[in-house]
């Protein structure tokens, strides 16, 4: 059997949890007609080095985040989708025969799998979808096999347990923003031809994902994070972690922050943008972007997306998947605004529960 890496869900409702290399984040989304509305949210810091470049090091101490976290958001939701980082999967498209049961398809995926995985097949956990018909032969379906190293996934099912949720679905990180763009996508005014860069600034690691016609269609991670601008404040200013990350957010640091330490920054995240379409220029058949879509924490530093659409030349704009969303009473609505450009996969993991 394979695993069902993508998980089947039904009907019932899911929290989106998204534990990134810095927070977890937690969502629960109800659906009336064609509207959404956000039912509870929370986010909480992780302990440094809890989690390294998205992969979970310490499961206990992300176990007991996400307890808190849960209990701060005050959800009675005990089911969950997560999701697994990019770096972590390897895709493939398969070419089948048309009228192939899925049963049979199965069997045949795991017998070739070995083919196109560079591990152990007891390491990997296994997933495929069927894409359509094939371009070149109607008699053929393209089939997309997704591989993930076995503790990738482990990890995050295990913290979940750890904090009573149980996992329903591991989903992949870039297919969770592709979801959440579909609301920013009508917000945009998007048509099948634009070309969407959506770059994700977290704290440790920065994803380009690129979307036309609500499809992915490249995907990067490049080691380059808001706790690069921690860190100088930490050095610069002798403070501890926490004081760094507090005096970020609030502010009270000396006159020279904004042109010793916000403004080199902010440089390095204009280079970092630039760098990235240049890699999927060269690697793809794309020589230009319509829009770049700012978001993780990083994207709602004032200035910032004004500063990138100057210097990059190309329209861009923050995201907010909550935008055309009513929130209910107990949720803080001030505070999602502001944590809104980092919900992005969190928000795609609880549309899990519409599928």
Do not use: W
Not at 266 to 274: F, G, K, L, P
Request: charged content about 25%.
């Amino acid at each position: 059997m394979l695993d069902g890496l993508f998980g089947g869900q039904g009907s019932r409702s899911l929290l989106g949890i998204d534990i990134s290399s810095s927070a977890v984040k937690l969502l629960e989304l109800s659906r009336s007609g064609e509207k959404y509305r956000v039912e509870s949210y929370a986010v909480m810091s992780l302990p440094s080095q809890a989690v390294v470049e998205k992969n979970i090091a310490d499961v206990e101490q992300v176990g007991e985040i996400v307890r808190a976290v849960h209990a701060r958001s005050r959800s009675k939701l005990k089911r969950a989708a997560v999701a697994v980082p990019g770096s972590a999967i390897i895709t493939k498209v398969l070419h089948m025969p048309a009228g192939l049961h899925e049963n049979a398809m199965e069997t045949q995926i795991s017998l070739e799998a070995d083919q196109y995985i560079p591990y152990p097949l007891d390491e990997v956990s296994l997933d495929f979808e069927v894409l359509g018909e094939s371009e070149d032969n109607p008699e053929s379906v393209d089939v997309m096999l997704v591989a993930c190293r076995r503790d990738n996934v482990d990890t995050r099912v295990e913290s979940l347990e750890i904090a009573g949720i149980t996992p329903k679905v591991v989903d992949v990180e870039a297919y969770a923003v592709e979801r959440s763009f579909e609301l920013i996508a009508t917000q945009l005014g998007c048509d099948e031809n634009t070309v969407v860069a959506i770059v994700d600034v977290g704290a440790s690691m920065t994803s380009l994902s690129v979307v036309v016609d609500g499809e992915t269609v490249y995907t990067r991670d490049q080691l380059f994070g808001g706790r690069q601008l921690t860190e100088e404040i930490q050095r610069r200013y002798g403070l501890t972690v926490e004081e760094a990350g507090l005096a970020k957010k609030q502010g009270g640091l000396s006159d020279d922050y904004d042109s010793e330490v916000l403004a080199p920054f902010r440089e390095a995240v204009i280079q970092q943008v630039s760098r990235s379409l240049q890699f999927f220029y060269s690697a793809s058949q794309y020589n230009g972007v319509d829009i770049i879509v700012l978001a993780g924490g990083v994207a709602a530093m004032q200035g910032l997306v004004e500063l990138v659409q100057e210097r990059v030349g190309i329209n861009t704009v923050v995201a907010n998947p909550f935008a055309a969303m009513s929130v209910a009473s107990g949720v803080d609505a001030t505070k999602l605004t502001s944590d809104a450009p980092a919900m992005l996969i969190a928000c795609g993991l609880a549309l899990r529960s519409f599928d």
